[in-house]
């Protein structure tokens, strides 16, 4: 079988996915380890079958609803690839808000103690430590497996300015010194039937919900990280796009100043952050 009907006939039987196209392009450059544009180059090439076996089997998990990352092993966050599988969640694109908003709050001439709750795959700490070299990065999680993902990513990316350890939130965290506290934890409601559409099925749940219609961990949050920021310092989180209200009403309650929310590429509420104020409160 040519390449050009390879992936014609793979896109047919994509029928759940909504980029089936996309979706068997990136498959086919998995099993062929070239680039989307060798596709374009070839498209008359014959598939060996070993390698067309390969495919069809790949094809067969993504129709079972396996997401891509997970397939391929990676999924580029910040202009990065980042190595994945099903102990992390897929890094998102509007997680790439929380960077901005980040970012722009860390200075660029000076040390700056930052902690990423939650890490994941590592994508938040690990992209503010590359993008800010003088910033000292840590990175927490309750999962081993998702902090030895964390710490190849780095490694990958040879970070230097960055620490990993297990802790359930700030349980394991003693320093009460961070500019900037940032997390982009579970929030999505325990009984929410998102859970069991397309990707999320397949995600870690205990990375995408919570209790308490999914506040439980961001309350806990909120609560957990003003004693720990300097005076001064930022808390950020993302968090689900019918939950500013509340969000908002916690920051406020615990005294969070200048309390903001802003939205992601869809235009849906997404991060809010809040200050400790500078002056004693
Ligand atoms: N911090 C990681 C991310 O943003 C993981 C988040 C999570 O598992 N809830 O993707």
Redesign the pocket.
């Known amino acids: 079988m040519q390449l050009n009907a390879a992936l014609q006939t793979a896109t047919e039987r994509l029928t759940e996915s909504d980029s089936a196209a996309l979706d068997a392009e990136v498959l086919l450059c998995l099993v062929l380890q070239k680039q989307r544009s060798y596709l374009r180059a070839w498209p008359d090439l014959e598939l060996p079958t070993d390698l067309a076996l390969q495919y069809w089997a790949l094809i067969k998990q993504r129709q079972q609803g396996m997401p891509v990352a997970y397939l391929t092993g990676y999924r580029e966050?910040w202009s990065r690839d980042f190595q994945v599988t099903p102990d992390?969640?897929?890094?998102?694109a509007d997680?790439e808000l929380?960077i901005e908003l980040c970012l722009a709050l860390i200075p660029t001439d000076k040390p700056c103690k930052i902690i990423?709750?939650?890490?994941?795959?590592?994508?938040?700490?690990i992209t503010l430590a590359a993008e800010r070299p003088l910033a000292a990065l840590t990175?927490t999680?309750l999962s081993l497996s998702?902090l030895a993902i964390a710490k190849m990513n780095a490694e990958q990316h040879q970070i230097p300015n960055i620490q990993f350890y297990q802790s359930d939130w700030f349980a394991k965290v003693s320093d009460d010194d961070f500019h900037i506290i940032v997390?982009?934890?579970?929030?999505i409601a325990e009984d929410d039937e998102h859970l069991n559409l397309g990707d999320l099925r397949f995600?870690?749940r205990?990375?995408?919900s919570a209790a308490e219609s999914g506040l439980r961990d961001i309350s806990m949050i909120i609560h957990a990280a003003y004693p720990r920021l300097i005076s001064g310092g930022y808390l950020l989180i993302?968090h689900g796009y019918d939950q500013q209200q509340q969000v908002q009403t916690l920051f406020k309650e615990c005294h969070y100043q200048h309390v903001q929310t802003v939205n992601d590429l869809a235009g849906l509420p997404r991060v809010t952050y809040g200050q400790r104020p500078t002056t004693p409160n």
């Open positions: 966050f992390v969640l897929i890094p998102r997680t929380l990423d709750l939650g890490t994941g795959s590592g994508i938040i700490a990175g999680d998702a997390s982009n934890p579970p929030y995600e870690p205990s990375a995408l993302e």
